[in-house]
């Protein structure tokens, strides 16, 4: 089959390359040019692990373009990925999948399955399917065509792997959709030997943002868990061992920390909230889950403050800017809000990562940026685990200690060895955990 992907961030070009490592033939396509240029010439244009070197993989199979008529008008298959970033109001914004949906309008002149792999609120599917056939009579074109949802739930830093190892596959179908259209999609997920669940497309929808609000609700709790035991004196790290041996809860999903952050979860859990405003649904719950995970990096910097006194005119250093580990994204990156939290209270701020400076210096030009963990804590009165990059969660701390002006480490992703930072010489303090800093008498 030919497959068209809109799309080329991290979602589409990690469809493109698996699908054509899958032997389908597939066009790329987006309307950044700096993005193909950097395809053009082999490099993907983000971080992703293994990214590299499918790219590089001479299949013949894969090739990019920004013309619409070369990936559009010869494919049996369109997957539209482009991005949804929440609207000032919380609800995802559509303007890209819309002129996605338009630019396949103006190609169109066989029928064609189309699937929407973006993360949309309920009802945007039948309202791509409507605008999309509106415009092709307006061309006079004598065609009908199906668009299906068809969530992608791959996680950034572990794609590749997600991608080709599913848990399952959502295909969401309209009243359009004919058996065998649901049966075209279905064949290019077939070799992926993953459950392929077929439903109506509000569904297949809801199951993406609900998926999401569910894991980011997990890791609310577990915070608003630890600010109980920072007010009692309990050890969040016990209570967890306790709670999460239940196999019945399990352990993913379910470490303290600064907050969840990057593309997904935080705009899918705002755009639940927004589809039950729109719908007469007041979704209490995920609203308490976006407000306890907003008031982590505050509360953060609130301890900091406790430990350190004023933060003003202090300098502090970030270990970690990229929203997790194995990526460069640092869209909605908790390690950039704890940034702000800081400036404001006039701190100075320095950073470091291992793949995001070159975003952080674009996106956030005030945040120093610093080559190594050893020159980001050179000078500085504390240290913040932000990312749990394990070159970070290795560090030698008491080289980092020895540069310092002050011993304080701050585990914002309660990843650290506490011992190990005790015994660097270093002040340890993790989230939840004013406990281990008593136990260990540092
Ligand atoms: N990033 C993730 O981990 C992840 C995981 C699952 C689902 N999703 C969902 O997948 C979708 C894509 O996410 P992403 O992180 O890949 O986004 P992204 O911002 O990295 O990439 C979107 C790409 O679409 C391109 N684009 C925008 N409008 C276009 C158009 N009209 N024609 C052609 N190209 C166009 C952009 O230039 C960009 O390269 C979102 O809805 C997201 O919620 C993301």
Redesign the pocket.
């Known amino acids: 089959m030919q497959i068209a992907v809109?799309?080329?961030?991290?979602?589409?070009l990690v469809t493109a390359v698996c699908m054509a490592r899958l032997g389908q033939r597939v066009v790329g396509?987006?309307?950044?040019a700096g993005?193909l240029a950097a395809l053009e010439s082999g490099e993907p244009p983000f971080y992703e692990p293994g990214l590299s070197g499918e790219l590089n993989q001479e299949t013949g199979r894969l090739t990019f373009t920004g013309d619409p008529a070369v990936a559009i008008r010869e494919a049996d298959v369109v997957l539209i990925?482009?991005?949804?970033p929440s609207a000032p109001s919380g609800e995802a914004d559509l303007r890209?999948v819309m002129?996605?949906a338009a630019?396949i309008a103006e190609q169109l002149t066989r029928p064609t399955v189309i699937a929407l792999?973006?993360?949309?609120p309920v009802g945007t599917t039948e309202k791509v399917e409507a605008f999309l056939n509106d415009r092709l009579q307006i061309r006079g074109e004598d065609i009908a065509v199906p668009v299906l949802a068809n969530?992608?739930?791959?996680?950034?830093g572990r794609a590749l792997d997600d991608f080709l190892r599913p848990s399952r596959v959502v295909i969401g179908r309209t009243q359009r959709a004919t058996d065998q259209d649901v049966g075209a999609l279905s064949t290019l997920y077939r070799p992926l030997n993953a459950p392929i669940l077929v439903m109506d497309a509000a569904s297949a929808e809801l199951v993406k943002n609900a998926a999401n609000t569910y894991l980011a609700t997990r890791i609310s709790f577990v915070n608003e868990l630890a600010a109980l035991c920072e007010a009692t004196g309990a050890s969040v790290e016990s209570v967890i061992d306790g709670i999460a041996s239940d196999p019945r809860i399990g352990s993913d999903y379910f470490r303290p920390g600064i907050g969840y952050g990057?593309?997904?979860l935080p705009?899918?859990v705002r755009s639940l909230i927004a589809m039950g405003e729109e719908h007469g649904q007041e979704m209490v719950l995920a609203k308490a889950v976006d407000a306890v995970n907003n008031a982590q990096p505050g509360r953060l910097a609130g301890h900091m403050a406790e430990a350190l006194g004023e933060l003003s005119g202090l300098r502090v250093a970030l270990l970690g800017l990229a929203f997790k580990p194995d990526t460069d994204?640092i869209r909605d990156s908790p390690a950039l809000k704890l940034a702000h939290e800081l400036r404001e209270q006039g701190a100075e701020v320095v950073g470091c990562d291992p793949q995001a400076t070159g975003r952080v210096a674009e996106a956030e030009p005030w945040i120093q940026i610093a080559p190594s963990a050893l020159e980001a804590a050179r000078g500085a009165d504390a240290l913040v685990l932000t990312t749990d990059w394990p070159a970070y969660v290795t560090s030698d701390f008491a080289t980092l200690a020895a540069v310092m002006r002050r011993p304080f480490i701050f585990d914002a992703r309660n990843a650290l060895d506490p011992a190990r930072a005790v015994a660097a010489g270093l002040r340890y303090q993790s989230v939840g955990g004013m406990a281990p800093l008593a136990a260990l008498g540092a």
């Open positions: 809109i799309g080329l961030g991290y979602v589409g396509l987006d309307t950044d993005k990925c482009v991005g949804t890209a002129a996605a630019t792999r973006s993360t949309v969530p992608e739930f791959l996680r950034t990057g593309s997904c705009k899918d994204d």
